[in-house]
Nanobody, 125 residues
Framework: QVQLVESGGGLVQAGGSLRLSCAASGLAFSRYTMGWFRQAPGKEREFVAAINWKWISTTIYADSVKGRFTISRDNAKNTLYLQMNSLKPEDTAVYYC?????????????????WGQGTQVTVSS
């Protein structure tokens, strides 16, 4: 049974930082592309960042977080991370991690096979 469990969310002031973690189990983590998505109230789920599973990992980011967020993975620990710096109120959302067998179109939520339950991030102004 595949499980993705996010943690690290919380309340932070604008300009602050948070580090999200996603612990994976029940899948060959090192062979999956991993992504972060977020959903704000009343809005659709949107792509944040993704990292593939090749020997030399490739990362991609949404324009809205480029330069502020960093995605990384520790295959030995089956854990995905999202370091979020210079947070803005518009970053407030539930953040989800997801796993995909594909390495194509990894900014699209439809290519992801497994999803976590999400962790709330709230940025106050």
């Amino acid at each position: 049974q595949v499980q993705l469990v996010e943690s690290g969310g919380g309340l932070v002031q604008a300009g602050g930082s948070l580090r999200l973690s996603c612990a994976a189990s029940g899948l060959a983590f090192s062979r999956y592309t991993m992504g972060w998505f977020r959903q704000a109230p009343g809005k659709e789920r949107e792509f944040v960042a993704a990292i593939n599973w090749k020997w030399i990992s490739t990362t991609i980011y949404a324009d809205s977080v480029k330069g502020r967020f960093t995605i990384s993975r520790d295959n030995a620990k089956n854990t995905l991370y999202l370091q979020m710096n210079s947070l803005k109120p518009e970053d407030t959302a539930v953040y989800y991690c997801a796993a995909s067998r594909t390495q194509s179109a990894i900014s699209r939520s439809t290519v992801y096979d497994y999803w976590g339950q999400g962790t709330q991030v709230t940025v106050s102004s």
